[in-house]
């Protein structure tokens, strides 16, 4: 099976250091919101808003996460 190219590649990201998200292609999915440090229910992530206190990221916020 061919593995397709036009597929949206998956990033670790923080915000500006806080919280823990995902990068998918141009969509943000918030996992761990920066401002109220919750971590997200899965419907907020996916819609890329914090489910608690509402925050929605700024794309320009997101930071790569780098292993060490």
Request: proline share 4%; charged share 25%.
């Amino acid at each position: 099976m061919m593995r397709d190219e036009g597929a949206a590649s998956e990033t670790t990201i923080t915000f500006r250091g806080r919280g823990l998200g995902l990068r998918r292609g141009a969509r943000i999915v918030v996992l761990v919101c920066p401002l109220c440090s919750q971590r997200n229910g899965s419907r907020g992530a996916e819609r890329g808003v914090c489910e608690w206190c509402a925050y929605v990221p700024s794309p320009k916020d997101a930071e790569l996460v780098v292993a060490a």
